[in-house]
């Protein structure tokens, strides 16, 4: 056993393991390099075993030096290795238009207050705009939805009551006085409580981190707060970012409490479909934002990577993480990103591409595909659903090009890409052997996934990482011949695909299961242009009903 725990020292991901033996003697033997080969799938010569011996010995030293410098280390330090989407030779429009969002002026409240729960921002923004509500009001309201429902969705980790009453205030004020900031605000919304807010606990939805405090604003929060924006809720997230599983329970799909609302921004998902919240926000690196926009039956928007400052979000993965916006529905979606998108100097991942969101525009001239072999082979019950939103589109007019996903691709190995990445960011978290706090430990826990990534080899890594560049220019080959691709949300690759290459996706409901739980469908666009599934995305919506429902019972 002493010898098979040293040389997984030595051989994985560079060597930052993690548990700490005697310095003065050589940990790493002969033997344990001959067993540690099966790891990593290599065999080699008795000779070449004894020449490295004494090298992975002095590696191990130089980890355990790097160790004791790992407090240096905080939250905001990412590696100086950044992860480019763009294929060769692409290019994006810099060039800013007005956005003419054609919000209605003339909304009026409703005898039966409770409805206010599930207008959209723009019929809330018409209220408060022309002073026929305020935010103080609103916002009231909203908390007193929380408070009463939120015991069966556990979908709040931290009401942030106080400060939301002062942000009302300040809005009521500005606006009586003339000063509008913009659609969003007086409106309040909720955040995964991945995002840093300065006087609130930010617990990552893990055991370890219950009690942290980061006495900092996430960017996120402070472009909103600047837009006027009213933060009533710290929404949860599965621990860590993984799944539906938090430290005080598992956050409930509004629709059918028996289920979860799926992860990881469990919560920005069950609280905007029940109506607790206006909107939210979330974060996606494989999925979390279009997950539980399907399972809640809601819209979500994932933004291109870099298109939105990460800087005050927890990272799991540096080169896919995307926070992004859900809402009641696409208009909702585009009025909350025109907001948080945009250059941050604290994130170097970010730039300053237009967004440029024409309603008007005619989706009849758009160029659009859709992804034959995920439709053929989705399996699920949602594709009854799929092959309908397809006939959908055709009666809008839209003529549909069937194309394919990249082949000779290893999509089985993208995995270690983002457990990798995780892994490094915790390090102290299992050297420490913290993450046997967390609520989940089994096979698919992030406690595991964590405790795995000491095993992937660096070399693996970076191969990984040079055959994504490949996945890169295979789909933007795919890409560029259109202006948006339709694919399943779930059942096959196109969900893998899109984050490894960074790019938008937005999932929208499109009907029910057999036991009435929401279904959605994917709009996948070029990098960059949110405003072209954004546009085809509003256009499906006016011809159905599907974001109009609502879960019974709130």
């Given at each position: 056993?002493?010898?098979?725990?040293?040389?997984?020292?030595?051989?994985?991901?560079?060597?930052?393991?993690?548990?700490?033996?005697?310095?003065?003697?050589?940990?790493?033997?002969?033997?344990?390099?001959?067993?540690?080969?099966?790891?990593?799938?290599?065999?080699?010569?008795?000779?070449?075993?004894?020449?490295?011996?004494?090298?992975?010995?002095?590696?191990?030293?130089?980890?355990?030096?790097?160790?004791?410098?790992?407090?240096?280390?905080?939250?905001?330090?990412?590696?100086?290795?950044?992860?480019?989407?763009?294929?060769?030779?692409?290019?994006?429009?810099?060039?800013?238009?007005?956005?003419?969002?054609?919000?209605?002026?003339?909304?009026?409240?409703?005898?039966?207050?409770?409805?206010?729960?599930?207008?959209?921002?723009?019929?809330?923004?018409?209220?408060?705009?022309?002073?026929?509500?305020?935010?103080?009001?609103?916002?009231?309201?909203?908390?007193?939805?929380?408070?009463?429902?939120?015991?069966?969705?556990?979908?709040?980790?931290?009401?942030?009551?106080?400060?939301?009453?002062?942000?009302?205030a300040l809005a009521d004020e500005e606006i009586k006085s003339g000063k509008y900031r913009g659609s969003l605000h007086g409106i309040?919304?909720?955040?995964?409580?991945?995002?840093?807010?300065?006087?609130?606990?930010?617990?990552?939805?893990?055991?370890?981190?219950?009690?942290?405090?980061?006495?900092?604003?996430?960017?996120?929060?402070e472009k909103l707060e600047e837009a006027g924006a009213v933060l009533i809720a710290k929404l949860t997230s599965g621990a860590l970012?993984?799944?539906?599983?938090?430290?005080?329970?598992?956050?409930?799909?509004?629709?059918?409490?028996?289920?979860?609302?799926?992860?990881?921004?469990?919560?920005?998902?069950?609280?905007?479909?029940?109506?607790?919240?206006?909107?939210?926000?979330?974060?996606?690196?494989?999925?979390?934002?279009?997950?539980?926009?399907?399972?809640?039956?809601?819209?979500?928007?994932?933004?291109?990577?870099?298109?939105?400052?990460?800087?005050?979000?927890?990272?799991?993965?540096?080169?896919?993480?995307?926070?992004?916006?859900?809402?009641?529905?696409?208009?909702?979606?585009?009025?909350?990103?025109?907001?948080?998108?945009?250059?941050?100097?604290?994130?170097?991942?970010?730039?300053?591409?237009?967004?440029?969101?024409?309603?008007?525009?005619?989706?009849?001239?758009?160029?659009?595909?859709?992804?034959?072999?995920?439709?053929?082979?989705?399996?699920?019950?949602?594709?009854?659903?799929?092959?309908?939103?397809?006939?959908?589109?055709?009666?809008?007019?839209?003529?549909?090009?069937?194309?394919?996903?990249?082949?000779?691709?290893?999509?089985?190995?993208?995995?270690?890409?983002?457990?990798?990445?995780?892994?490094?960011?915790?390090?102290?978290?299992?050297?420490?052997?913290?993450?046997?706090?967390?609520?989940?430990?089994?096979?698919?826990?992030?406690?595991?996934?964590?405790?795995?990534?000491?095993?992937?080899?660096?070399?693996?890594?970076?191969?990984?990482?040079?055959?994504?560049?490949?996945?890169?220019?295979?789909?933007?080959?795919?890409?560029?011949?259109?202006?948006?691709?339709?694919?399943?949300?779930?059942?096959?690759?196109?969900?893998?695909?899109?984050?490894?290459?960074?790019?938008?996706?937005?999932?929208?409901?499109?009907?029910?299961?057999?036991?009435?739980?929401?279904?959605?469908i994917t709009l996948v666009g070029n990098l960059y242009d949110e405003a072209s599934i954004l546009t085809l995305g509003k256009a499906?919506?006016?011809?159905?009903?599907?974001?109009?429902?609502?879960?019974?019972?709130?």
């Amino acid at each position: 056993m002493r010898n098979y725990r040293s040389l997984f020292f030595a051989l994985i991901i560079g060597g930052i393991l993690g548990f700490s033996l005697a310095a003065n003697e050589d940990r790493i033997s002969v033997v344990a390099v001959k067993h540690a080969q099966r790891l990593i799938g290599f065999e080699f010569s008795e000779t070449a075993i004894d020449t490295m011996v004494n090298y992975l010995n002095r590696n191990l030293k130089g980890y355990d030096t790097m160790r004791s410098y790992s407090n240096n280390l905080t939250n905001d330090i990412a590696p100086p290795l950044y992860f480019d989407p763009l294929p060769d030779d692409f290019e994006f429009e810099s060039q800013q238009i007005k956005i003419d969002w054609q919000l209605t002026d003339n909304v009026e409240l409703s005898d039966d207050t409770n409805e206010l729960a599930f207008y959209s921002i723009s019929q809330l923004a018409s209220l408060i705009k022309n002073q026929k509500i305020t935010s103080t009001e609103l916002t009231k309201f909203f908390i007193k939805r929380i408070k009463k429902y939120d015991h069966q969705l556990f979908a709040v980790i931290s009401l942030t009551e106080e400060l939301a009453l002062k942000q009302a205030a300040l809005a009521d004020e500005e606006i009586k006085s003339g000063k509008y900031r913009g659609s969003l605000h007086g409106i309040p919304y909720g955040i995964k409580d991945l995002f840093a807010v300065e006087g609130y606990k930010t617990t990552w939805g893990a055991a370890p981190y219950k009690n942290q405090i980061l006495d900092y604003n996430a960017t996120v929060v402070e472009k909103l707060e600047e837009a006027g924006a009213v933060l009533i809720a710290k929404l949860t997230s599965g621990a860590l970012a993984r799944g539906d599983v938090w430290f005080g329970g598992k956050t409930r799909n509004p629709w059918d409490l028996e289920q979860g609302a799926s992860g990881s921004s469990a919560g920005s998902g069950s609280a905007t479909s029940a109506g607790l919240v206006p909107f939210s926000i979330g974060t996606e690196t494989l999925g979390s934002i279009t997950s539980p926009a399907t399972r809640n039956g809601v819209s979500g928007l994932r933004p291109t990577y870099g298109r939105v400052s990460r800087y005050g979000c927890m990272p799991l993965s540096w080169t896919m993480d995307k926070p992004g916006p859900l809402c009641r529905n696409v208009t909702d979606c585009a009025l909350v990103f025109d907001v948080i998108r945009g250059i941050d100097t604290k994130d170097r991942t970010t730039i300053e591409a237009a967004f440029n969101y024409n309603p008007n525009r005619d989706i009849q001239k758009m160029k659009i595909g859709y992804l034959r072999d995920q439709f053929e082979s989705d399996t699920t019950s949602n594709g009854v659903n799929n092959e309908a939103t397809l006939e959908i589109f055709r009666s809008l007019g839209v003529e549909l090009k069937a194309v394919e996903t990249p082949k000779n691709i290893p999509y089985d190995v993208f995995d270690i890409i983002l457990r990798a990445e995780a892994g490094a960011f915790f390090d102290e978290l299992v050297r420490s052997q913290s993450d046997s706090l967390m609520v989940q430990q089994d096979g698919r826990s992030r406690a595991n996934s964590l405790r795995q990534s000491r095993f992937i080899p660096a070399v693996e890594y970076l191969q990984a990482n040079r055959h994504r560049s490949v996945l890169i220019n295979e789909f933007n080959k795919i890409m560029k011949e259109l202006d948006v691709l339709i694919s399943p949300t779930f059942g096959g690759k196109q969900l893998l695909i899109t984050n490894l290459t960074g790019h938008p996706a937005l999932a929208i409901p499109n009907g029910f299961d057999r036991e009435n739980h929401p279904t959605s469908i994917t709009l996948v666009g070029n990098l960059y242009d949110e405003a072209s599934i954004l546009t085809l995305g509003k256009a499906f919506q006016e011809a159905t009903d599907f974001e109009e429902k609502h879960p019974p019972g709130f």
